[in-house]
């Protein structure tokens, strides 16, 4: 995109002066007007890089389209049930612990809370791990994709240029088939007394998850899980360019998963659709472009 090619060719006067405007236009629409998305402190992270690397030019011009196009994922995902409800779209709910109970002859959510924290007056230490896991699905993708963009430019669009595409899909199944997750299910009387312990409780400190309140919430997305998908496909590009010294990074999607599992925010199924949509997006953009972001082969003939 020549525009991207004349930021990069920009003086670093200039460049300085537009890096500090748009990080007091997101802090204006974030703390001023009260807007707030996730990916407001991510921009602004990106932009102070962008000042104080010596690559600091070619890091803002490959990842700000990017995150711009997370804008329209959020607020898609937002408004996707809104969109589903204009539809006379019905809410899946008891089609899913129904299949649960089929699949292992109890509901893996409730086990897990009976076994491992039955009554539930404060966190455990058990929980606030628990807490680091789920509350890193919110920023690791992003501390990865740095990983990535540090090994090459091309690589980093392809990780993430297919994180966005099947995002952004998923919002399109967010659409047409809405689903409820295990703590909804609970509150209506369908399945035994469960609790949503990632957000019940102040972990260190802070209120869990604040800035993806207000914009980008979606309480009837559950199926796939991005929790999992998003973590699932870093993990793979991760093992990808570290074969097989970098499997263990697959505890991260691991214990996101067991996360959401305890915490009644996804059911197993929900996380194994999820896993699926990372694998398909992963082999689909390793067939289709290299390392260098370049295609293999014709999408179309």
């Not at 305890?262 to 997006?281: K, L, N, P, T």
């Amino acid at each position: 995109m020549n525009i991207l090619k004349k930021i990069e060719e920009l003086p670093i006067q200039h460049f300085r002066l537009l890096c500090i405007s748009i990080i007091i236009f997101i802090s204006f629409i974030d703390f001023g007007l009260g807007i707030t998305f996730g990916m407001n402190t991510i921009i602004i992270i990106v932009c102070v890089m962008a000042l104080v690397l010596h690559r600091g030019r070619q890091l803002f011009s490959d990842w700000l389209p990017a995150l711009l196009i997370f804008y329209v994922y959020e607020v898609s995902r937002a408004h996707a049930y809104e969109i589903s409800t204009a539809l006379n779209r019905p809410l899946i709910i008891e089609e899913l612990f129904k299949l649960e109970e089929n699949i292992f002859g109890f509901l893996p959510n409730v086990r897990l809370q009976e076994i491992i924290n039955p009554v539930i007056t404060n966190p455990t230490l058990f929980d606030y791990i628990m807490f680091v896991f789920y509350g890193g699905f919110f920023w690791m993708w992003a501390v990865m994709g740095y990983y990535f963009w540090l090994k090459g430019r091309g690589l980093y669009k392809k990780y993430m240029y297919g994180l966005i595409g099947f995002s952004l899909f998923a919002v399109l199944i967010f659409i047409l088939f809405p689903t409820a997750p295990p703590w909804y299910a609970s509150d209506l009387g369908l399945i035994p007394n469960i609790d949503r312990i990632i957000w019940e409780f102040q972990y260190f400190g802070s209120v869990a998850f604040d800035n993806v309140q207000d914009i980008g919430r979606n309480d009837f997305a559950a199926l796939p899980s991005l929790h999992t998908g998003w973590t699932f496909y870093m993990a793979l590009f991760f093992t990808k360019i570290n074969k097989w010294k970098g499997v263990w990074m697959f505890i991260v999607p691991a214990g996101v998963a067991f996360a959401t599992w305890y915490g009644a925010e996804h059911y197993v199924i929900d996380s194994i659709v999820g896993a699926i949509f990372a694998i398909a997006a992963f082999i689909i953009v390793n067939y289709f472009f290299n390392d260098n972001f370049k295609l293999k082969r014709k999408i179309w003939k």
